[in-house]
């Protein structure tokens, strides 16, 4: 007779890697960030030491997440959404938003400070499973309510303003659509306002068009725009195949800025070469493997968008944050799921990871009582 309670850990491949790579940065951002630290706050492992405590907060939020029904969170799917959409319009709240290079991104809680974009996006994954497991994306009136709280979500963050995020939960959404059901017709009818969207976001703020400028030939202006993504080039390639070794990164000595969170990836080149990169991707590849399996084999077809939902997110952010450490797209800032600094990060993208284990569980119990009869 099967076991009838939820496993916590359903598809161990997926939380091996999932906690490799956590503890990976952990080491990571001691190797990039400690000089930088040192210099702030006369401690070399402050961004350790924050991180580590994010990591604890972030398993015991996983474990809760491994025992919540996901039936929950398609009941207050609305709740949850409307949260998040306050959450982001606090930051906006004077005394209560933090503004920290030019941007207001940050919720001040006293002792630490919270990103709502990072729970707006899991949020919004939510509402659009919940909306496709009514009505599948098969006709435009179908996706209007989606599309509706994916522009307000959307609207929120760009007003902080965060581009990077901005684009993350677009192509989240244009994924979830594509697995709802959309047609081809549906995305071409989207496709004008959006470039027209995005020529227009990019000219009413001329920094963006300088940032698209820096990509295209960033030794154009070695000092300002492309100084960031030129420090990146030399540490990748300072890496070759093999790298410089570990913690004998020069870059992260005040060269390449963010070193500890957007830009992790370029000093792990630098100090692990092309093959710590390629086994850095190749687990991250598991790990979408592993998503969309779990989204395949899911019991209802809510947990199926769910988990492709979930999936789509750690993929896009990946995809999206190695393409701007390469110079692949313009420089924009995002953090690396799972290694990059930034505890409401991590503690979202473990949430993710624990719903999906979940789904993983329920799946495996039905498949196990199905066999019983």
Known sequence: MPDTKYKVVADKILFCCV????????????????????????????????????????????????????????????????????????????????????????????FTTFQPSDFAKFALVIFIAACFSKKSAVTFGNM????????????????????????????????????????????????????????????????????????????????????????????????????????????????LPFAESDFIFSVIGEELGWFGCLIVMLIYGVIIWRGILIALRASSRFDSYLAAGITSVIAVQTILNIAVVTGSIPPTGLPLPFISAGGTSLVMFMSGVGILERIAAKSHKSIAHHKMY
């Not at 677009?170 to 470039?195: E, Q, R, T």
């Open 19 to 110: 906690l490799l790579l956590s503890l990976f940065g952990l080491v990571m951002q001691y190797s990039a960030g400690s000089y930088g630290a040192m210099l702030e706050t006369g401690d070399s492992f402050f961004y350790v030491k924050k991180q580590a405590v994010a990591l604890a907060v972030a398993i015991a939020v996983y474990l809760a997440m491994t025992m919540t029904d996901t039936r929950h969170y398609f009941k207050f799917r609305y709740i949850i959404l409307g949260i998040a959409v306050i959450l982001l319009a606090l930051v906006f709240v004077p005394g209560v938003g933090v503004e920290n290079y030019g941007a207001t991104r940050w919720i001040n809680l006293g």
């Open 144 to 255: 209007l309510p989606v599309l509706f709280a994916s522009l307000i979500i959307c609207v929120l963050i760009m007003l902080e303003p965060n581009m990077s995020i901005t684009m993350c939960v677009a192509f989240v959404v244009v994924i979830m659509l594509f697995v709802g059901g959309a047609k081809f017709k549906h995305f071409a009818l989207m496709a004008a306002p959006a470039v027209l969207a995005v020529i227009a976001l990019i000219a009413i703020e001329p920094y963006r068009l300088k940032r698209i400028a820096a990509f295209l030939d960033p030794w154009s202006s070695p000092l300002g725009e492309g100084y960031q993504l030129i420090q990146s080039y030399y540490a990748l390639g300072a890496g070759g195949l093999f790298g410089v070794g570990l913690f004998n990164s020069r870059q992260k000595y005040l060269f």
